[in-house]
């Protein structure tokens, strides 16, 4: 469109663009739905398909915003129970995992730490205590159980629990709740175990018709000691000797299906462990 615009000197011509530049003419394009890898316009000659017109919708024909996916949520996992852990970083980790009110201990189990805890078990069903599956935590776990036996206990194994890299707070292999995966989280605070101190259910003996106490040593060079340390960690009880096993066991309820079923897992892992260095010595040979 030309218009004639007045500068102070002889009129000149201005070129005003009222409508935006097409090389060509070119029908006006209509409002389209967002398509992924595809374009509005479709040009003569360019070999373009002409299809995406048909994936419009309805809607964005008359100016409406065309319909958006609804984003999946995730329902997340809720408990009232207060769940107890050692350190912040163990709290963020069941966070993380679920919604639940969570204290922490900060490694002191005091007067003041107790009290502490009182206080927020107001209004809750009930307390969950999740310690490390370590020594400090196992004996953490028996102090707290002292001043509250009615709390439910959950244990993680520890190898959910163990860290491969190191971090500028800890080294590779540190060991602690902080490292567990949300999943391994939540199967441990949805099982969680009654305090049965006068339990005896699991008796030395069973102990020792599992290799678990006593002088036994097997064929692959394996003690009852290393046995029993394999055990305790798939159970997430921390290093224990026989006296202490056999407390832990009784008083969180582990059955004696539970105990056998562990004590099959360690003895596959420690054959498949000890057959691993002749097969590396077999492929060795066949390769010379």
């Not at 003419?25 to 048909?54: E, F, I, M, W, Y």
């Not at 409406?64 to 999946?72: C, D, G, M």
């Not at 491969?164 to 199967?187: C, D, T, Y």
Request: glycine share 6%.
């Amino acid at each position: 469109m030309l218009k004639r615009v007045s500068c102070g000197r002889p009129k000149i011509l201005r070129r005003v663009l009222t409508t935006p530049y097409c090389p060509s003419p070119l029908p006006a394009c209509k409002p389209q739905a967002h398509v992924t890898g595809s374009t509005n316009c479709n040009r003569a000659g360019s070999g373009r398909s002409d299809s995406l017109h048909s994936q419009v919708t309805s809607n964005s024909w008359h100016g409406q915003a065309p319909a958006r996916a609804q984003p999946r949520v995730e329902q997340r996992l809720r408990i009232n129970s207060l769940v107890v852990v050692e350190g912040k970083a163990d709290k963020r980790a069941v966070l993380n995992a679920l919604d639940a009110p969570v204290a922490v201990t900060s490694g002191a189990i005091n007067g003041r730490t107790l009290e502490q805890l009182q206080k927020q078990m107001q209004d809750r069903a009930a307390m969950i205590i999740l310690m490390d599956p370590d020594v400090a935590g196992r004996q953490a776990r028996n102090r707290l159980s002292d001043f509250f036996p009615a709390a439910l206990h959950s244990f993680v194994p520890q190898l959910e629990a163990t860290s491969p890299i190191p971090s500028r707070w800890h080294e590779a292999g540190n060991i602690g709740v902080e490292h567990a995966p949300p999943q391994a989280i939540r199967l441990a605070l949805q099982a969680p175990r009654q305090l049965q101190p006068l339990r005896k259910d699991i008796t030395r003996e069973l102990l020792e018709s599992l290799q678990l106490a006593g002088t036994f040593s097997d064929s692959h060079g394996g003690s009852q000691a290393e046995r029993r340390r394999r055990v305790t960690a798939l159970l997430g009880l921390g290093d224990c000797n026989v006296k202490q096993l056999l407390r832990q066991l009784n008083t969180f309820s582990f059955s004696t299906e539970e105990l056998q079923m562990a004590v099959q897992q360690v003895e596959a892992a420690m054959q498949a462990a000890a057959s691993a260095p002749e097969i590396l010595q077999y492929n060795g040979q066949d390769q010379s």
